[in-house]
């Protein structure tokens, strides 16, 4: 774990994409510009597993890389995601209380996905309602590409209310996915970026 600015700022659990870990994404996002940060209280957490495969990003960060949960090649079975989403409340409990989330790719997609399981009563009942979402490279479970693990099986039958800040790049591999999770969100702010599949430059 790792955290940046004033405890005065809206403090935002920070969760990485598959295969990477905290270092390399507070790496990339400490090049945002400083009016950005300095608004912010960013605590980047890694995730319970080593990583199980190659990362995307090898030999352009260096290792240990981590995963939140597992799935098979065509996402429709999962594993480790019930202990996964304990595992981000445990942290949530001893560190917080957090205002919001921040995810990227695999992160973005748990991030997307915990308002609305958490206002079903199931996950996140020890710490206070998320109140914000920055989504880079989003995805929703239960979408066109994400089956959904039983836990999250409603965690979108209800637009979600939560305020969300969507990142969509116009490169990204997954842009399709991004903007059909935006049908799921009340009133969503998207910055449209010409990046790829990454941490967008602001």
């Known amino acids: 774990m790792s955290e940046s600015r004033s405890h005065e700022n809206p403090r935002i659990l920070c969760l990485y994409g598959f295969r990477n870990s905290a270092k390399i994404l507070e790496t990339q996002i400490h090049k945002w510009p400083e009016s950005v940060l ?3 209280d960013l605590v980047y957490l890694d995730g319970p597993y080593p990583s199980m495969g190659k990362s995307g990003v090898e030999g ?3 290792p240990p890389y981590f995963e939140w949960f597992q ?3 065509d996402y429709t079975e999962y594993e480790n995601f019930e202990e996964c989403i304990a595992f981000i409340e445990d942290f949530m409990v001893k560190n917080g209380p957090f205002d919001g ?3 990227s790719s695999q992160g973005a997609v748990l991030a997307a996905a915990l308002p609305g399981m958490q206002a079903e009563g199931l996950v996140l009942t020890k ?3 998320i109140k914000s979402l920055i ?3 989003g ?5 066109s590409k994400l089956s959904a693990p039983p836990l999250a099986a409603n965690a979108f039958s209800s637009p979600v209310k939560c305020p969300s800040l969507h990142v969509i790049g116009e490169n990204d591999t997954v842009k399709p996915e991004s903007i059909a999770l935006l049908d799921s969100f009340v009133d969503p702010i998207v910055i449209h970026r010409p990046e790829g599949h990454t941490i967008p430059m602001l």
């Open 38 to 40: 300095e608004k912010l």
């Open 60 to 62: 352009i960060f260096d």
């Open 71 to 73: 799935g098979n090649q």
């Open 101 to 103: 989330l921040l995810g």
């Open 127 to 129: 710490v206070p309602k």
């Open 135 to 137: 989504l880079i490279s």
């Open 139 to 143: 995805a929703k479970l239960g979408g």
